[in-house]
C-alpha cells in the first residue's frame, strides 16, 4: 500500500502563491514520478504537472510559467509551487504516485481557492 499525505491548499488572492507539498510513504520503491492534477467544480480531472526521478519536469499548457513542480527525493515529496495565481485555478489538487506495474495512487485532495 501507498500512502500520500497532501498539505499546503487554502484561500489566496489572484496574483498570489501558495505550495502544495505532498509526502508518499509506504511500498514505494518501484516510484518512478510524481505528479498533479487538479478538478475544478463541474468539471473533470486534469493533468497539472509531472516530475520523475531524473527530475524532469512536465507541465499543462495552463500552467507553464506559473506554476513549478519539485520533488525531494531522500523524502519522497513532491511540491507544488503555484505563482500569479488566477480565479481559474481554483480545484481541488491531487497528488499522485506513479508506480511501474499499477495505475498508481492518488492523495485525499487538498482544496485551492483564488478568490478576492
Known amino acids: 500500500q501507498v500512502q500520500l499525505v497532501e498539505s499546503g491548499g487554502g484561500l489566496v488572492q489572484p496574483g498570489g502563491s501558495l505550495r502544495l507539498s505532498c509526502a508518499a510513504s509506504?511500498?514505494?520503491?518501484?516510484?518512478?514520478?510524481m505528479g498533479w492534477y487538479r478538478q475544478a467544480p463541474g468539471k473533470e480531472r486534469e493533468w497539472v504537472a509531472i516530475?520523475?526521478?531524473?527530475?524532469?519536469?512536465t507541465y499543462a499548457d495552463s500552467v507553464k510559467g506559473r506554476f513549478t513542480i519539485s520533488r525531494d527525493t531522500a523524502n519522497n515529496t513532491v511540491y507544488l509551487q503555484m505563482n500569479s495565481l488566477k480565479p481559474e485555478d481554483t480545484a481541488v489538487y491531487y497528488c499522485?504516485?506513479?508506480?511501474?506495474?499499477?495505475?498508481?495512487?492518488w492523495g485525499q485532495g487538498t482544496q485551492v481557492t483564488v478568490s478576492s
Open positions: 499522485k504516485a506513479y508506480l511501474s506495474g499499477s495505475g498508481g495512487y
Open positions: 509506504g511500498s514505494i520503491f518501484n516510484m518512478y514520478a
Open positions: 516530475v520523475t526521478n531524473t527530475h524532469s519536469t
